[in-house]
């Protein structure tokens, strides 16, 4: 299974709701990322998961909460957010982090519309 | 500060003609790897094809080869016989050392567009 998956497809929501993202791989990999991609430009990198713990956060705003209950699941839990967070979140995974060779899975993401 | 540099926003090609595709890089590191990655419209990014810096043989996947200059630092993707299928933003990346992890750092991509 060299899949990773992404809940919700769509997401639209008001500057006042609470929701979370949700991503999950199989593949045994140990690090996770999220990722804020907006059209034609490349990903841009918000959070690292390395063994389970949080080990780079590009002074993304804290409106935007990450979650690793496990080696195999990444939460995004998004609260009071802006209309310039509408964009596409990506998730992706790779076997490591710890060396320059790693190639990365990408998920489906998931088009966040704020209202 | 280690860069990528994609300097074609948009490149055309017609079916079954070849292109390439350019990018260079910057980085201190000296056991690395780089990745071509695709992302068609609407659909998942996927990798392409990657090339061990070590290595002096350019890497070939089917239709897909670089042009891997280390010393020109330099990371050109060929592709041959194009198909309407890969039309797709293409982004480059080289790991960037971050603490004690390697992220990746994209290029600004380039646009891919296939003419029947």
């Known amino acids: 299974d060299t899949e990773v998956t992404q809940t919700p497809k769509h997401l639209v929501m008001g500057m006042t709701n609470k929701k979370s993202l949700k991503c999950e791989q199989h593949?045994?990999?140990?690090?996770m990322y999220w990722y804020k991609q907006k059209a034609k430009k490349p990903p841009e990198l918000m959070f690292v998961?390395?063994?389970?713990?949080?080990?780079i956060n590009e002074s993304v705003p804290s409106r935007f909460s990450p979650e690793c209950p496990n080696s195999s699941l990444l939460n995004l839990h998004l609260h009071a957010l802006q209309p310039e967070d509408s964009a596409l979140y990506l998730c992706?995974?790779?076997?490591?982090?710890?060396?320059?060779?790693?190639?990365?899975?990408f998920g489906p993401g998931t088009r966040l519309t704020v209202t | 500060a280690q860069t990528v540099t994609q300097s074609q926003p948009e490149m055309s090609v017609q079916e079954a003609e070849t292109v390439t595709l350019s990018c260079t890089y910057d980085t201190s590191e000296s056991d690395y790897y780089l990745f071509w990655y695709k992302q068609p419209p609407s659909r998942q990014m996927i990798l392409v094809i990657r090339?061990?810096?070590?290595?002096?043989q350019n890497a070939t996947e089917n239709r897909f080869s670089v042009n891997f200059q280390k010393a020109a630092k330099s990371f050109s993707l060929k592709i041959s016989d194009s198909q309407l299928g890969d039309a797709a933003m293409y982004f480059c990346?080289?790991?960037?050392?971050?603490?004690?992890?390697?992220?990746?750092?994209f290029g600004r991509g380039t646009s891919l567009i296939v003419h029947p």
């Open positions: 992706a995974s790779s076997a490591g982090s710890g060396r320059a060779v790693y190639e990365q899975y």
């Open positions: 593949m045994g990999h140990r690090a």
């Open positions: 998961y390395s063994y389970e713990k949080l080990s």
């Open positions: 990346a080289s790991p960037k050392r971050s603490g004690g992890s390697y992220i990746p750092t």
């Open positions: 090339q061990e810096a070590y290595k002096q």
